[in-house]
């Protein structure tokens, strides 16, 4: 069997807030909380599960998506006006230019945490 990430930790200031904010803005369903996480399945393997802590370090978390996905990831940030950007040290300047992709984007939640995303080129 290969090895797979199952599961990640997301530390968060609001658990429900920053899984529902991530699921949103990623088109992905949000079913609540679970205990003391807020899960969000990513895909068949892995979920991410949110959880509140009283200050969260901020954690980088970078996806491979398709074209289409990232194109409606693009649109939804857009319509939300959720800052984006092309570098993770301005994930706020707009562009989609990527340093290690044909686009891509970084994106930040209220936690913190960095959104990375690149489609193939």
């Given at each position: 069997?290969?090895?797979?990430l199952?599961?990640t930790i997301v530390p968060?200031?609001?658990?429900e807030?920053?899984?529902r904010?991530?699921?949103?803005v990623?088109?992905?369903?949000y079913e609540g909380p679970d205990r003391?996480?807020?899960?969000v399945?990513v895909?068949?393997s892995l ?5 509140s802590?009283p ?11 398709d074209?289409?996905t990232?194109?409606a ?8 006006a ?7 040290s301005?994930p ?14 970084y994106?930040t939640?209220?936690s913190g945490?960095l959104?990375?995303l690149m489609?193939?080129a």
């Amino acid at each position: 069997m290969p090895i797979t990430l199952n599961h990640t930790i997301v530390p968060a200031a609001h658990n429900e807030r920053a899984a529902r904010f991530f699921a949103t803005v990623m088109g992905l369903p949000y079913e609540g909380p679970d205990r003391h996480f807020a899960p969000v399945r990513v895909n068949e393997s892995l979920t991410l599960d949110y959880l509140s802590v009283p200050e969260p370090p901020g954690t980088h978390l970078a996806f491979d998506v398709d074209p289409a996905t990232f194109d409606a990831v693009l649109i939804r940030l857009r319509e939300a006006a959720v800052p984006y950007g092309n570098d993770p040290s301005t994930p706020d300047n707009g562009r989609t230019d990527h340093p290690l992709a044909a686009r891509g984007l970084y994106f930040t939640d209220d936690s913190g945490n960095l959104y990375e995303l690149m489609p193939p080129a």
